[in-house]
C-alpha cells in the first residue's frame, strides 16, 4: 500500500497498482463497495477490480427506485463485451437512487468507480449484513492485494 | 430417446434440431437456468425454423425497423445476453456452450476467448478457416463469420455462436431503423463487405464441436435432453420473452443524437447532421471508409470533401475538413458528435 491521498469525497490508496477507496466497506466475492451516507441509507459502486475484470462498460442498467432487493440479487446488469452480466447487491435494502449518469455514459463508472461511477443508493440497509463486509483500511488493503496477486497469477488480469 | 444426465464430469450436448422462433431463444435460455441449478455443463444447438429479429439485452427496441417487422411478419425478441439487434433465419445454425459461473474466468474478455476457441475446431473441420481475431470475433480475412453474445443467467455463464450457412444481407439490413436512404446503402455494403457466410456441413460442425468443447473442458460428451424442471422454465420464458416489457428492455440509455450502427468489430457506419450539414459516414478502424455529404446550401466542393476524408483518422476529421469553409466546419461538426459509444 503506497500514496494515501483524498480526492474531493474519497480516500484513495493505491494497492498492487489499483487505487483503492478505504473510507468504505467492501464485499469481496461482488467486488462492490458500500459507503455510509445517512444511518440506514449506502451508496454502492464496483471496485477497480471489478472494473478491471468487466472490460470496457458499454451498458449499465438498473432495477426500478423502490424495488427491495435482497444480499446476493441483481440490482441492475452491466453489459462489456457482448457479454451481459448481473451487479451482485452486496447488502439488502430498498433503492432509493439510481445513478443516470452511468447508465447515459458507463465510461464514468470505469473512470471514476469511488466518486461520480457510483451505481445505487439504497435505504434500510441491513445493519447485519453491513457488519459482515470488510470494514478497515487494514483487511481491505489486504483482501484487495490478495486478490490482485491471486488474479495476475491465474492470468486473470495482466502483470 | 435421450435421458437426462448429472455427472459432474458429463457435458451434456442438447440438439435441438429446428425450433420455432420463440423456442430458439426460450430453449437455451432454459439451459441456463439448469446449469445455474445444477445441472451439468451443456452444448445445445438450435435452427430457427422461421425469421425473426432479436435484441440484445440492452439495446432499444427503437434501433429495430418495427413496421418493416411487422409488415414481414417477423417477430421481435430479447435475449438475456450482450450485442445488437439482428435477423436470424434458418440458414443460420446456433450453438450454445454454458457453464456454471464459477468455472469461467472473473475477466470477461478471457471467458469469452476460452468459450469461443473451442468452436474455431468446429468451423475448421468443416473446412472453414476461422480465426478469433484481436477485437474477439470470429472472422475470415475481414469478414465475421460468426455472430456471438455472452451473458450470465444467475449462476450459470453462457456464450452463443452461430454457423451462417446463408445470410440474407438486405433483410439484416432491411430490419434496424435508419433515418436515411443514404445510411441504408452504407450500411449493406459495409454489412456485405464484412459480414459473410460461410457454408459448410452442419452436421460435421456439430460433431466437431462437440468434441472440441469436451476436449477444451476435459468433460466427455454425453447426448441428453432437458429435464422436467427445465421444460417448466421454458414454458415460464415462453411468457417471459413474448410480454411488452421484457421486449421493450429495461430502462437504459436515452436515445443517443446520432444513429451509429456496429457492423462488426472496429467497423461502424453513422449518420449526424449539424445545421444544415448531414454525413453518413462509414468507420473501419479509426479510420473513415467513405463520407457522403449532403447540406441543403448548395456548395460545389462537397464531392472534394468526399474524396478528401477516405482513409482520414477520425481525429483528423476536422482539420481535413476546415480546409472547405463555412460548409467543411458544419460537417466537422457532425462528425464530431459521432464517437461510436452508443454501439
Same mark, same amino acid.
Given at each position: 500500500m503506497t500514496n494515501a491521498h483524498t480526492t474531493g469525497h474519497e480516500i484513495l490508496v493505491e494497492v498492487s497498482g489499483y487505487p483503492v477507496a478505504v473510507d468504505r466497506m467492501y464485499h469481496a466475492d461482488s467486488h462492490m463497495w458500500v459507503k455510509r451516507l445517512t444511518p440506514g441509507t449506502v451508496r454502492v459502486g464496483l471496485d477497480a477490480l471489478g472494473v478491471e475484470t468487466s472490460g470496457t462498460l458499454a451498458q449499465l442498467s438498473f432495477v426500478a427506485v423502490g424495488d427491495e432487493l435482497a444480499r446476493g440479487r441483481a440490482f441492475g446488469q452491466l453489459e462489456a463485451a457482448k457479454f451481459v452480466g448481473p451487479l451482485v447487491s452486496p447488502v439488502s435494502g430498498t433503492v432509493s437512487r439510481t445513478n443516470d449518469a452511468v447508465v447515459t455514459d458507463p465510461g464514468v463508472a470505469e473512470h471514476d468507480p469511488y466518486g461520480e461511477g457510483w451505481l445505487v443508493e439504497l435505504t434500510s440497509a441491513d445493519e447485519t449484513e453491513l457488519a459482515? &463486509? &470488510?470494514?478497515t483500511p487494514e483487511a481491505i488493503t489486504e483482501w484487495f492485494g490478495r486478490t490482485v496477486e491471486d488474479y495476475r497469477l491465474r492470468g486473470v488480469i495482466a502483470e | 430417446m435421450t435421458r437426462p444426465v448429472r455427472d459432474a464430469d458429463t457435458l451434456r450436448v442438447i440438439d435441438f434440431g429446428r425450433a420455432s422462433a420463440l423456442r430458439s431463444q426460450t430453449l437455451w435460455h432454459a439451459v441456463a437456468h439448469g446449469v445455474s441449478s445444477g445441472e451439468p455443463p451443456t452444448l445445445s444447438f438450435v435452427r430457427p425454423a422461421e425469421p425473426y429479429v432479436c435484441l440484445g439485452y440492452h439495446r432499444r427496441l427503437d434501433e429495430v425497423d418495427r413496421a418493416y417487422c411487422a409488415e414481414e411478419g417477423l417477430p421481435i425478441y430479447r435475449r438475456m445476453v450482450g450485442g445488437g439487434p439482428v435477423y436470424l433465419d434458418s440458414g443460420q445454425l446456433f450453438f450454445q456452450i454454458c457453464l456454471p459461473a464459477r468455472s469461467v474466468s472473473p475477466a470477461r474478455t478471457a471467458a469469452l476467448r476460452d468459450l469461443l476457441s473451442p468452436a474455431l475446431s468446429a468451423y475448421r473441420a468443416a473446412g472453414v478457416e476461422a480465426e478469433l481475431d484481436g477485437n474477439m470475433e470470429i472472422t475470415v480475412g475481414e469478414s465475421k463469420i460468426c455472430g456471438h453474445g455472452a451473458g450470465q443467467v444467475e449462476e450459470a455463464v453462457v456464450v452463443c455462436g452461430n454457423l451462417i450457412e446463408r445470410f440474407d444481407h438486405e433483410r439484416a439490413t432491411s430490419i434496424l431503423w435508419l433515418p436515411n436512404p443514404t445510411m441504408r446503402a452504407e450500411v449493406l455494403r459495409m454489412m456485405r463487405r464484412f459480414v459473410n457466410a460461410t457454408p459448410a456441413d452442419p452436421e460435421q460442425f456439430k460433431h466437431a464441436a462437440v468434441a472440441a468443447y469436451a476436449d477444451a473442458l476435459g468433460l466427455t460428451p454425453e447426448a441428453s435432453d432437458l429435464t422436467p424442471l427445465e421444460w417448466a422454465a421454458v414454458e415460464a420464458l415462453d411468457e417471459q420473452f413474448t410480454s411488452e416489457s421484457w421486449i421493450a428492455g429495461p430502462h437504459g440509455r436515452p436515445r443517443p443524437p446520432v444513429r451509429e450502427v456496429k457492423i462488426r468489430a472496429g467497423v461502424w457506419v453513422f449518420a449526424a447532421e449539424h445545421e444544415d450539414a448531414r454525413v453518413v459516414a462509414s468507420v473501419v478502424g479509426d479510420s473513415v471508409d467513405r463520407a457522403q455529404f449532403r447540406t441543403s446550401t448548395p456548395y460545389d466542393g462537397l464531392s472534394a470533401a468526399e474524396a478528401a476524408m477516405a482513409g482520414v483518422t477520425l481525429s483528423k476529421a476536422p482539420a481535413v475538413l476546415a480546409g472547405f469553409g463555412s460548409t467543411g466546419r458544419r460537417l466537422a461538426a457532425a462528425f464530431a458528435a459521432a464517437d461510436g459509444k452508443s454501439l
Open positions: 459482515d &463486509l &470488510l470494514g | -
